[in-house]
């Protein structure tokens, strides 16, 4: 069965510093992998997604994520977090079409 | 702006009510979602229509009917609403193919009382 992991609840840093969120799922065929971002009060937004190719993508506002089949992980980093990205941040698995499976979501909080 | 239209935006539900949920999208795409979303859980697929005229239930359907009488349009029904349905909604659509991203609307705050 399909799954996700976020171990991080709530994550803290302070603007400026770098950023990562874990992510684990378990998926019997090849994932497709998603990052999600939703802002409080709003939709979701895509960030970046693998289907396959380099293991290392590039998504929007500065953040990537590195695919390791070894590790069934897809962990979201950003070398140096802004203020404005404090948000929820959800890692998804690709289901069949566009059905995902979502983890449960980190907190992300920026101090200045 | 293309993309995907829910409404309402919130709605306060008295228990036992019927309510029905809106949602539209402009993109063309063949499958659609419906997902809730809360607290400390993430968001959980309820029901999903790959094309129109077809649908499917997801982890999470029972007390929820969907249809899909046509591409652009999906709602979803409570037909006798429960304070366990509490949570925000949101639709969302993809292209068919594999693989495929999903686009998501704004959500609908929905509070069973």
């Known amino acids: 069965a399909q799954s996700v992991t976020q171990p991080d609840i709530h994550i803290t840093v302070s603007e400026g510093a770098s950023l990562e969120l874990r992510c684990n799922y378990s998926?019997?065929?090849?994932?497709?992998l998603f990052w999600y971002v939703q802002s409080p009060g709003q939709g979701l937004q895509l960030l970046l997604k693998?289907?396959?190719?380099?293991?290392l993508v590039q998504g929007i506002k500065g953040f990537e994520a590195e695919f390791k089949r070894s590790q069934s992980s897809f962990n979201l980093r950003k070398p140096s977090v802004h203020w404005s990205d404090a948000a929820e941040y959800f890692c998804?698995?690709?289901?069949?079409?566009?059905?995902?499976?979502f983890g449960r979501g980190t907190q992300l909080t920026v101090w200045p | 702006i293309a993309g995907i239209t829910q409404a309402p935006t919130s709605q306060i539900l008295a228990a036992g009510r019927r309510m029905t949920l809106r949602c539209t999208q402009d993109?063309?795409?063949?499958?659609m979602y419906w997902y809730r979303q809360d607290l400390g859980l993430g968001l959980r697929l309820i029901h999903y229509?790959?094309?129109?005229?077809?649908?499917g239930k997801g982890e999470v359907p029972d007390g929820y009917s969907v249809s899909r009488a046509n591409t652009d349009d999906f709602p979803l029904t409570l037909a006798s609403a429960v304070p366990s349905q509490t949570s925000v909604y949101f639709c969302?659509?993809?292209?068919?193919?594999?693989?495929?991203?999903?686009?998501f609307g704004q959500g609908t705050r929905l509070t069973v009382v």
């Open positions: 969302a659509s993809s292209a068919t193919g594999q693989p495929t991203e999903a686009f």
């Open positions: 998926y019997g065929a090849t994932p497709y």
């Open positions: 693998y289907f396959s190719g380099d293991t």
């Open positions: 998804a698995v690709g289901a069949g079409l566009g059905r995902l499976y």
């Open positions: 993109m063309r795409h063949n499958a």
């Open positions: 229509s790959n094309t129109a005229g077809t649908t």
